[in-house]
């Protein structure tokens, strides 16, 4: 017997899939995210010191994180052209 998504909701009231797990309120943990993200100033700027704070801390390794990123960028432009 498969088990429900939640115990109020079958599945997330956002994006209507059960992919992702329950997080909280009815939404998966991706919506619940993006929704916080949109309607809380204060998070999205506590979110953005942090990690421009610790991109200062570990420039090495934000390097490495960005070249990863602008290589799967290019790729996926060469796929697409």
């Known amino acids: 017997m498969k088990k429900q998504w939640s115990k109020k909701y079958k599945k997330c ?18 919506c619940y995210g993006r929704n916080r993200w949109k309607t809380k100033p204060d998070y999205r700027e506590n979110i953005k010191r ?14 490495v994180i960005q070249s990863k ?6 790729e ?6």
């Open 13 to 30: 009231l956002k994006c209507k899939t059960t992919e992702n797990k329950h997080y909280a309120f009815g939404m998966c943990n991706i």
């Open 50 to 63: 942090l990690s421009y704070e610790w991109r200062e801390k570990h420039p090495e390794r934000w390097k």
């Open 69 to 74: 990123a602008i290589k799967k960028y290019m």
């Open 76 to 81: 996926k432009k060469k796929v697409t052209e």
